[in-house]
């Protein structure tokens, strides 16, 4: 069994920053990955770290702006959000066990690929 306790949402005005954090107990491999739902819309990937080589992935519409990185000795992923604009308000999700390095750059952004998931962070941008 794996949990995952996400934490660092936030308000911040358009242009901001903020760093998510995703705290794992338990074993976790493959995609580690973060989507957002906000309301009205279905949940969405944003990036996803495939642990064992490195690999990132990211949505079209936070490439350059967000970075997805893992500390291994803590067993937590961050999502490192900046240039936040207004679209980005959402709860952002962890998401744990997801596809493999091979079938990570065709399926990471699938949320049926993924077997855990946190509760989630709220993230609201104003303008």
């Known amino acids: 069994q794996v949990q995952l306790v996400e934490s660092g949402g936030g308000s911040v005005q358009a242009g901001g920053s903020l760093r998510l954090s995703c705290a794992a107990s338990?074993?976790?491999?493959?995609?580690m990955g973060w989507f957002r739902q906000a309301p009205g819309k279905e949940r969405e990937g944003v990036a996803c770290l495939v642990t064992e080589v490195g690999f990132t992935y990211y949505a079209d519409s936070v490439k350059g702006r967000f970075t997805i990185s893992r500390d291994n000795a803590k067993n937590t992923v961050y999502l490192e959000m900046n240039s936040l604009k207004p679209e980005d308000s959402a709860m952002y999700y962890c998401?744990?066990?997801?596809?493999?390095?091979?079938?990570?750059?065709?399926?990471?952004?699938?949320?049926?690929?993924?077997?855990?998931w946190g509760q989630g962070t709220q993230v609201t941008v104003s303008s």
């Open positions: 338990g074993y976790t491999y493959n995609c």
């Open positions: 998401a744990a066990n997801g596809p493999n390095w091979r079938a990570a750059g065709a399926m990471w952004y699938d949320r049926s690929q993924y077997t855990y």
